[in-house]
C-alpha cells in the first residue's frame, strides 16, 4: 500500500475537479449549439409565418 501526502489527495482532487469542469464545458458548448439550431429554426418558421400572414 503507497502512503499518500495530503499534497497527492490534493493534486487527486484537482485533477478529477478539472475533468469534471471539462466534461460540464463539453455539455456547455453541445447545449449552445443546440439553442442556435433551435433559434435558426424558429427565425425560419417565424418568417414563413410572415410570408404566410402578408398572402392573407
Known amino acids: 500500500m ?3 501526502t495530503c499534497r497527492d489527495v ?3 482532487r484537482l485533477y478529477c475537479n478539472v475533468s ?4 460540464l464545458l463539453q ?3 453541445c ?3 443546440t439553442a442556435t439550431s433551435l433559434l435558426q429554426r ?3 418558421n417565424v ?3 410572415t410570408s404566410l400572414l402578408q398572402r392573407l
Not at 469534471?20 to 466534461?23: F, G, K, L, N
Open 31 to 33: 447545449n449552445v449549439s
Open 47 to 49: 418568417s414563413t409565418a
Open 27 to 29: 455539455r456547455l458548448y
Open 2 to 4: 503507497t502512503f499518500k
Open 42 to 44: 424558429l427565425y425560419c
Open 20 to 23: 469534471t469542469a471539462t466534461s
Open 10 to 12: 490534493a493534486l487527486q
